[in-house]
């Protein structure tokens, strides 16, 4: 389907998640035409719409308030509506594909919500999670527009600022209000009882995203252990639910 403005166009192509998303799926096999796909925390829905233009599949998007403009709304196979990602209104067992992208950050009840978006996962289905690495050194380095937020050197600067603020006093946490994150190991704790089958990603996904960028040649140094445990902004998983 085409898309009506460049500008929506545009935003939609720059996130670099989605597009890592149907990559590593095809990696494994798993991408497939006409699948029930969920997006927990779909923002203001350009990844919503990218995915389901790429996947041609049936895309429900949820998120706790409305941030999706006029322009994304009314497209075939693409459903926005509000919701909490810990109280889902889908049957168990509904989706074959699940995008958790930088949200489990922001939700009060983490652990709760993997266990819901579990629920509703198929046997045999994958979530895929994004989060800041809560052991980071330097914050919003790659970050995108958001709806509430322009990706601005400045804006940047702010976000370190605040983020070494909160360590200094010793608030960096999310339940704090603080944009911390989870450290690959508080994140594996929280989803081993429920996924078997988890397949760190951290490193293709920043050589894919970074990989006509300037900064392309530091990527091999930041990936390796254990300098990847406080160089690397960002953790990325995927989750195999077992039959």
Excluded at 1 to 14: G, Q, W
Excluded at 88 to 102: A, K, V
Excluded at 145 to 171: A, P, Y
Aim: aromatic share 10%; with cysteine; glycine share 6%.
């Amino acid at each position: 389907m085409s898309l009506e403005t460049p500008d929506i166009a545009e935003s939609i192509a720059s996130h670099a998640g989605a597009q890592f998303f149907g990559k590593k799926l095809d990696d494994f096999g798993a991408a497939e035409q006409g699948q029930s796909i969920l997006i927990a925390g779909c923002g203001s829905g350009h990844e919503a719409a990218w995915i389901q233009q790429r996947f041609q599949a049936r895309v429900e998007a949820v998120d706790i308030d409305d941030f999706v403009p006029d322009q994304l709304r009314g497209r075939p196979n693409l459903n926005y509506q509000i919701a909490g990602v810990c109280d889902l209104p889908f049957e168990s067992n509904h989706f074959d594909l699940i995008f958790y992208h930088h949200v489990i950050e922001h939700v009060d009840r983490p652990r709760e919500s993997l266990t819901e978006l579990h629920r509703v996962l198929k046997p045999g289905g994958w979530l895929f999670i994004g989060t800041p690495n809560r052991h980071r050194l330097v914050s919003s380095v790659g970050a995108h527009k958001q709806s509430e937020w322009e990706s601005t050197l400045s804006n940047k600067i702010k976000d370190n600022v605040r983020d070494w603020s909160d360590r200094l006093r010793g608030k960096f946490r999310n339940e704090l209000g603080a944009h911390a994150g989870f450290s690959r190991r508080e994140l594996d704790g929280m989803l081993a009882d429920l996924f078997q089958d988890r397949r760190w990603v951290t490193e293709d996904y920043l050589k894919f995203k970074y990989q006509n960028h300037r900064l392309k040649p530091l990527i091999d140094i930041s990936t390796m252990p254990p300098v990847s445990w406080f160089a690397v902004p960002s953790i990325y998983v995927f989750c195999r639910k077992s039959n």
